[in-house]
């Protein structure tokens, strides 16, 4: 069998089997699966397929530039916990932890890099996007699986906190790895990815903000080792790389505004219209982009995003009255005989509507129905 073959067939082998773990149940599953088939991946790499250097005389430059990153990172988001504290982490230094964990996950950070090293460098497109695709799914797979999305929240959180950082975080790995080889990737990820298990506190900064990182500093740091050591290409290659910074950044833009908007924590948000109760204004499918409620005064009419009894109501204002000097606020769904049932608090209040996106949400809708069944 040819080297192009093997290569084949162990990128796209690698891939299914990878997916078909993201789906086991069990806590240490999907880690532990992709672990122990990676090792012999990397393995297979090392001896079924002919290797190609990759001339570069930056590579122990680079190395240093992205272990002292890694650090730097690493000191600034511990910084953060200024702002908005420290929590006790409970995975640090514990046994199981390190077991199920820590190990599985440098297992998948070393194994991973050496693979899509060898098939970089062996400047075969279907080896490169196959070797992309599993290591971003081998990435997905050590902060979780299929398992932990057992609601319509999680598997939400789970697009914007990690599949969409994995996705970015990858094309910046395959980059380094095409031209200086896998150890800056392995250090970089290392540290980033297992200080967790060794640090008895963390920063409590939300997991939105993180996500919102996560999508931008790949970017940087292409950017920016681009800058330092890639300027003497060739004239032929300038314009498709700056086409692919330019698809890349509007895609980081795009994913950058879905974090921001599913996550509810910045100045606005998105929620999707589920039920008819404001049909003509807002109707079942609509996507309502609202603006986080900050004591701006509040008038009769308008569209609001509130609180009440664990769920996201988007509901308008038809009445305010003052009682003891404490507002009271009466809603109703323009599609609805009567009033809502009580009365709501400033402190209930969670946006004001703006703007809509009609039928956007449907597929939010369906997926929500999924995880109802």
Request: hydrophobic share 50%; aromatic share 12%; glycine share 6%.
């Amino acid at each position: 069998m040819s080297d192009k073959r093997i290569l084949h067939a162990i990128s796209a082998s690698t891939l299914a089997v990878l997916l078909l773990a993201f789906f086991l149940p069990g806590e240490y599953s999907g880690k532990v699966t992709a672990a122990v088939l990676l090792l012999p991946v990397a393995l297979l790499c090392r001896f079924a397929i002919k290797k190609r250097s990759i001339p570069s005389i930056n590579k122990g430059q680079v190395l240093m530039i992205m272990s002292i990153i890694s650090v730097v990172l690493l000191t600034l988001l511990y910084m953060t916990g200024l702002e908005f504290g420290f929590v006790r982490n409970p995975y640090a230094l514990h046994a199981r932890f390190l077991l199920g964990y820590a190990l599985p996950t440098s297992v998948i950070i070393v194994a991973s890099e050496y693979a899509r090293y060898v098939m970089r460098a062996q400047n075969d497109k279907a080896a490169d996007v196959l070797s992309y695709l599993f290591c971003v799914v081998a990435e997905i797979l050590i902060f979780g699986n299929f398992a932990y999305m057992n609601t319509f929240n999680r598997f939400m959180d789970f697009v914007g906190v990690t599949l969409f950082p994995a996705i970015i975080a990858n094309l910046l790995y395959h980059y380094l790895s095409k031209r200086y080889g896998a150890t800056p990737n392995i250090v970089y990820r290392a540290v980033l990815a297992l200080y967790t298990y060794f640090i008895p506190v963390v920063s409590g900064i939300p997991d939105s903000l993180m996500a919102f990182a996560k999508l931008f500093i790949p970017i940087l740091i292409y950017l920016f080792i681009d800058a330092l050591f890639e300027k003497k290409r060739k004239y032929a290659l300038v314009k498709t790389s700056k086409l692919s910074v330019v698809i890349t950044a509007v895609a980081v833009v795009i994913m950058a505004g879905v974090v921001m908007l599913i996550s509810n924590q910045f100045r606005f948000g998105v929620l999707v219209i589920a039920t008819p109760s404001m049909t003509g204004e807002l109707n079942k499918g609509d996507a309502a982009i609202f603006e986080k409620y900050e004591d701006q005064p509040l008038v009769e009419g308008q569209v609001i995003v509130f609180e009440k009894d664990g769920s996201m109501i988007i509901h308008r204002v038809v009445d305010i009255q003052t009682v003891n000097g404490t507002t009271r606020y009466f809603t109703k769904g323009d599609a609805n005989e009567d009033l809502d049932a009580g009365f709501i608090y400033r402190s209930d209040i969670v946006g004001v509507v703006n703007y809509k996106v009609p039928y956007i949400g449907y597929p939010t809708i369906w997926l929500r129905s999924l995880f109802q069944r």
